[in-house]
């Protein structure tokens, strides 16, 4: 695992954000009210009840996709942090990946940590789960009972 494996859940979270801003751009405009659509080129087509009402649905469907896949990867990543020995480091991971916090965010909620500590306390373990011989892309359990 990685720290861009890691990194992915907030990405998706992103996606999913960004999506939630288009449907509800797309659907003022759809409505009617008053909104600027600063995502969408400008054209007279979006004028186009139809042709907005398409466009909702696909960017409704896309966020059922997109929740879907957050919803995977949470899970997965929950997994991962769960097979991590020391508490230290799954709260540091959990508080990272999952919660999202900042470094220094991360770092004021652990009592005794500094921002370049608690990085170093995700780097450093990475670092020595990547070094495992038997690990591969995915998680490796060699961790939990000492090998590697």
Not at 45 to 57: G, N, S, V
Not at 81 to 94: E, F, H, M, P
Request: hydrophobic share 40%; charged share 25%; glycine share 4%.
């Amino acid at each position: 695992m990685t720290v861009k494996d890691l990194s992915q859940l907030s990405y998706l979270k992103l996606e999913l954000e960004e999506e939630k801003r288009r449907l509800a751009e797309l659907t003022a405009a759809a409505t009617g009210c008053t909104a600027t659509l600063t995502g969408l080129p400008p054209s007279s087509k979006m004028t186009d009840k139809t042709a907005l009402a398409a466009e909702i649905a696909d960017i409704k469907n896309a966020l059922l996709e997109k929740s879907r896949q957050v919803a995977a990867e949470y899970a997965r990543l929950t997994r991962f942090i769960a097979s991590v020995d020391d508490s230290l480091t799954r709260l540091v991971l959990s508080l990272r990946f999952l919660d999202g916090f900042l470094w220094s965010e991360v770092a004021a909620r652990i009592p005794g940590n500094s921002e370049d500590s608690v990085k170093k306390i995700c780097y450093r373990y990475l670092k020595n789960r990547s070094n495992c011989p038997l690990c591969h892309e995915h998680m490796c359990d060699n961790h939990s009972s000492g090998i590697g």
